[in-house]
């Protein structure tokens, strides 16, 4: 199968939705000519023209505002907020408007937006610039949140989102746009809360996301050597989340890892330990560990910054705990 | 208002060009990797916060944003401290915490650079609450750029500025884009001081290439807002003369434009032909001044590649305690 970019993958997704649905446009900062500052929407805007392709200013709540208004009116935009940090701008529409429009208007107002944005650290960029913030949208009820990690799922979701008549935030992360993986040429699209297990093992479940799925998958290989089977289970949508996937394996299992970027303070990671912890009680061999970031704004000296997020080490020693 | 001194003009010569030569290098050294994350260099733009600063005392305050090397280093940084902070040293400004778009320090009374554009300019309120409650005559000076007054704080900060009637003058460096977006097609207007109006306070346009412009205009708002008038809002045309970072080829703007504004418009060359016109320094004058800069600069390199990383057993036990 041919193999493409992450970040080429969304191009495909959008494009393609775009051409399949005449209501779906993009907009955003720098999604012009710029294409994007990841450079995902290169060219659509000589494809779309700037009625398609939204160029706007400096203005999250209105990028987020204006999606939900074309959203319940008709359209299914694709709104971009250029760094999960800067969603902090746009909270009250993300949350107390576009989460709750449909339920609290009894089902009159539907808003299938999709809110696309990125996070995480690792380019140096510092403490407003390279968080994880999806704890905050998996909170809120009224959205949901999808953080793929490989081109495949990116490409799948992100056209599943489009079409999704809800609010769906889409994360993405800054250290994975230039990674290349498998996507067929023929269309398909993946459903929300379907699990994929990235990697078959029976010793050991690790539930990683978005970028930690790859330091989750060279933990696995290293520990293949010491005899230690790893299961990499991505959930690849946190909200719907499939829960089911996750017990089978487990029960399968007896052991749980939960990696996350995050620090571990209200984490996803620290929910699903729960959730595991309490509905699959009886077959854990083990109490799940969390693998985090520190609880700290992330450093831009590299050491620290290193130092501030799980490495596939730190996985590694985790697997070993609850073997041990 | 009193004639600039011939010492007050070379010092805003001397300013200009610590920042253009901090800058280039910042700009090799990002070229090879030794300065990583964003560097947003302010090259093009100096002339704006050497005049800015100089109508201020140490004692005032000012407020940053990404692009913010020059306000600091106008508002006094060290140099050493600020190439340290670049290189993500334990002896920056930061410890190395903040790397470029965080620089900040209380002793300049410099609040901080900003990651978030636009995120300084309510933080400017609370300066003026401060600078008002505290009664001392105290001021704050407030940059940001187009980009960044198009972001709903902007419009809250300048209303409670107005309201309060605060001493906060807000500068906006109207650098004709923000990333990739002219501020021809992000502004419903075609000049952002006319947005004063709306607040009911002074708009004023000023060339920014001209420190001496920008040093007039700031100092009739700083004397405003001592006297208890309240904000002013202040546009100073300029332009980024670079990519919005060494790496953006800026390949979205006109080529010919860009180069208009380099031949026209560069505060370096055009202050050192006025200052040789007026014969207020000789060109061996400016080659010494020169000289000094560039060894100062390449002294903070020096102090920055020899100073200690921050230490990461004390990172990791700071983290654990909280
Ligand atoms: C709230 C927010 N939105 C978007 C960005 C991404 N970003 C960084 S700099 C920049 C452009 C800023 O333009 P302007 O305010 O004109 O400042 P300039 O770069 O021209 O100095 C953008 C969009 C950000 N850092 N913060
Ligand atoms: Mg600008």
Redesign the interface.
């Known amino acids: 199968m041919r193999e493409i970019e992450y970040r080429e993958a969304i191009r495909e997704a959008v494009m393609e939705e775009m051409n399949r649905d005449p209501k779906v446009f993009l907009i955003g900062e720098d999604i012009g000519k710029y294409g994007g500052a990841f450079r995902a929407y290169k060219g659509l805007l000589d494809m779309y023209g700037p009625e398609r392709v939204i160029n706007t200013p400096i203005s999250e709540a209105t990028i987020i505002g204006s999606g939900i208004g074309a959203a319940v009116t008709g359209y299914r935009p694709v709104a971009e907020i250029m760094f999960i940090d800067f969603t902090g701008l746009a909270m009250d529409q993300i949350v107390n408007q576009a989460a709750k429009i449909r339920y609290m208007t009894g089902d009159n107002l539907r808003c299938p937006l999709v809110i696309r944005t990125q996070g995480g650290a690792g380019r140096g960029v510092a403490a407003q610039h390279s968080q994880s913030l999806e704890a905050w949208f998996y909170h809120v009820p009224g959205l949901k949140v999808v953080m793929p990690s490989t081109a495949y799922d990116v490409k799948g979701l992100l056209k599943t989102a489009i079409r999704d008549d809800n609010v769906v935030v889409f994360i993405e992360h800054k250290m994975i746009y230039l990674n290349k993986g498998p996507v067929p040429e023929e269309e398909y699209i993946i459903d929300f809360g379907v699990a994929d297990i990235k990697r078959e093992g029976k010793d050991v479940t690790i539930f990683a996301y978005s970028n930690m799925v790859f330091k989750a998958l060279e933990a696995a290989k290293d520990l293949e050597q010491e005899g230690i089977s790893c299961e990499v289970f991505d959930p690849r949508t946190l909200v719907p989340l499939d829960m089911e996937a996750l017990l089978k394996s487990v029960k399968k299992t007896n052991r749980l890892v939960v990696v996350t970027e995050a620090c571990e303070r209200g984490s996803v990671a620290s929910d699903i330990s729960a959730k595991v912890s309490s509905q699959a009680f009886d077959s854990l061999d083990a109490p799940v560990k969390i693998v985090a970031g520190l609880n700290t704004p992330i450093p831009y000296n590299s050491i620290l910054e290193q130092a501030s997020i799980p490495h596939k080490a730190d996985i590694v020693k985790a697997v070993k705990e609850v073997l041990a | 208002m009193a004639e600039l001194t011939k010492g007050q003009k070379i010092q805003f010569l001397r300013t200009i060009l610590k920042i253009r030569r901090f800058e280039e290098k910042t700009i090799q050294m990002y070229q090879i990797a030794k300065i990583?994350?964003?560097l947003h260099p302010y090259v093009g733009e100096e002339a704006i916060a050497v005049g800015a600063c100089a109508a201020i005392n140490k004692s005032d305050y000012i407020i940053s944003t990404h692009r913010g090397h020059g306000h600091s280093i106008a508002k006094g940084a060290d140099l050493n401290r600020m190439m340290a902070?670049l290189l993500?040293?334990a002896t920056g400004y930061?410890k190395?915490?903040?790397?470029s778009?965080?620089i900040a320090d209380t002793e300049l009374g410099m609040l901080g650079a900003?990651?978030?554009?636009?995120?300084g300019i309510p933080i400017s309120v609370g300066a003026g609450f401060s600078c008002k409650m505290e009664a001392k005559g105290r001021v704050a000076v407030c940059f940001f750029s187009d980009?960044?007054s198009?972001?709903?704080?902007f419009h809250e900060a300048l209303n409670m500025a107005a309201i309060f009637n605060l001493p906060v003058i807000y500068v906006c460096e109207n650098n004709m884009y923000?990333?990739?977006?002219s501020s021809c097609?992000?502004?419903a207007c075609k000049d952002i001081a006319k947005r004063a109006a709306a607040y009911d306070i002074p708009g004023v346009i000023v060339d920014g290439s001209d420190p001496e412009a920008v040093y007039r205009v700031v100092t009739e708002a700083v004397e405003l807002a001592r006297q208890g008038k309240g904000p002013s809002l202040i546009e100073a045309k300029t332009y980024r003369f670079g990519g919005h970072h060494p790496n953006d080829p800026a390949d979205?703007r006109d080529k010919q434009e860009a180069e208009f504004y380099k031949r026209e418009k560069d505060p370096v060359i055009n202050y050192k032909k006025r200052l040789l016109e007026e014969k207020v320094i000789s060109q061996t004058e400016i080659d010494t001044m020169e000289k000094e800069i560039i060894t100062a600069v390449e002294d903070s390199v020096k102090f920055a590649e020899e100073s200690p990383?921050?230490s990461?057993e004390k990172?990791?036990e700071?983290?654990r305690s909280?």
Do not use: Q, T
Request: aromatic share 10%; glycine share 24%; proline share 2%.
């Open positions: 990583w994350g964003y902070e993500g040293k930061c190395g915490r903040g790397g778009m965080h900003n990651g978030i554009v636009g995120g980009g960044a198009n972001n709903g704080v923000a990333i990739s977006m097609d992000s502004i979205y990383e921050p990461l990172f990791l700071e983290v909280i």
